[in-house]
Nanobody
Framework: QLQLVESGGGSVQPGGSLRLSCAAS????????IGWFRQAPGKEREGVSC????????YYADSVKGRFTISRDHVKNTVNLQMNSLKSEDTAVYYC??????????????????WGQGTQVTVSP
């Protein structure tokens, strides 16, 4: 079993920033495709960003492109999501997930095999 834990969520003003982190207790995350997803009340879970295990390619949803950056911290064995210029529309529970089997990452929840518990991000005046 692969245990994932998200951290870094909180409440911020519009235009503010947060950095989310996804950590694994034992496994080396650089071996896997990692995705960040979010789910707001009453809405489907949507892909935010992902980073591939092979070439390190990154992908972003159009709604966050230019504002969010996904990266790997090899020292801490985490995958981070830096979120800048936050908007109220970014309010959601954010989840990290691991895709064990694909050669590259996808912003599709069904591709992922393990999920963290989620961390709340709230953006409001």
């Amino acid at each position: 079993q692969l245990q994932l834990v998200e951290s870094g969520g909180g409440s911020v003003q519009p235009g503010g920033s947060l950095r989310l982190s996804c950590a694994a207790s034992r496994r080396t995350l650089e071996d896997y495709n990692i995705g960040w997803f979010r789910q707001a009340p009453g809405k489907e879970r949507e892909g935010v960003s992902c980073i591939s295990s092979s070439g390190g390619d990154t992908y972003y949803a159009d709604s966050v492109k230019g504002r969010f950056t996904i990266s790997r911290d090899h020292v801490k064995n985490t995958v981070n999501l830096q979120m800048n210029s936050l908007k109220s529309e970014d309010t959601a529970v954010y989840y990290c997930a691991v895709d064990l089997f694909d050669s590259s990452c996808y912003l599709y929840p069904g591709s992922y095999d393990y999920w963290g518990q989620g961390t709340q991000v709230t953006v409001s005046p």
